[in-house]
T-cell receptor
């Protein structure tokens, strides 16, 4: 039982490059989320998926796209990376109010 | 005005002290009040939550909500060096999505 896993752990991109952050959970949770965490800003919701096949915009969706590939996997894509997207990205999944888990994070640096 | 305000700290206390961590919020529709603990370079973990007003106790931790003053508190009794982390409050209108995170308070418990 691995919980929530994220790949990669760390990535450096040049401005304009694209990449996909991968997230998977093995707890059979319906809801999955992508957050970014910046100093002084707290965690901000990028996108949310209530169930397989559905996605919803969060507070800061611009510049990102998501895919809920199946119940386990929820990916975040940056089509054309910008320095403002330098951040730590966390994936999370929720079953009930008590069962919420975050992944270990992906540190992204955009030059 | 931010929806959730939290003093970033750092807050340094001696081992064994009682710690009080606080947040204020502006949205009266919030019903769930979550507290997360985040160790350095790790993902947040759900510590505890309360629903509506009142107190909830879990071991050395007590969460308190005063909806009349829109004030959320987390108390840690007999604090330990292992409690050194960043604590984030996150109220929500629903229990399972769209949490609004505070910026987090960094706590250091000195041995």
């Amino acid at each position: 039982n691995a919980g929530v896993t994220q790949t990669p752990k760390f990535q450096v991109l040049k401005t304009g490059q694209s990449m996909t952050l991968q997230c998977a959970q093995d707890m059979n949770h319906n809801s999955m989320y992508w957050y970014r965490q910046d100093p002084g800003m707290g965690l901000r919701l990028i996108y949310y998926s209530a169930s397989e096949g559905t996605t919803d915009k969060g507070e800061v969706p611009n510049g990102y796209n998501v895919s809920r590939l199946n119940k386990r996997e929820f990916s975040l894509r940056l089509e054309s990376a910008a320095p403002s997207q330098t951040s730590v990205y966390f994936c999370a999944s929720t079953g009930t109010v008590e069962t919420q888990y975050f992944g270990p994070g992906t540190r992204l640096l955009v030059l | 005005q931010k929806e959730v305000e939290q003093d970033p700290g750092p807050l340094s206390v001696p081992e064994g002290a009682i710690v009080s961590l606080n947040c204020t919020y502006s949205n009266s529709a919030f019903q769930y009040f979550m507290w997360y603990r985040q160790y350095s370079r790790k993902g947040p973990e759900l510590l505890m939550y309360t629903y509506s007003s009142g107190n909830k106790e879990d071991g050395r931790f007590t969460a308190q909500v005063d909806k009349s003053s829109k004030y959320i508190s987390l108390f840690i009794r007999d604090s330990q060096p292992s409690d050194s982390a960043t604590y984030l409050c996150a109220p929500s209108t629903s229990g399972t999505y769209k949490y609004i995170f505070g910026t987090g308070t960094r706590l250091k418990v000195l041995a």
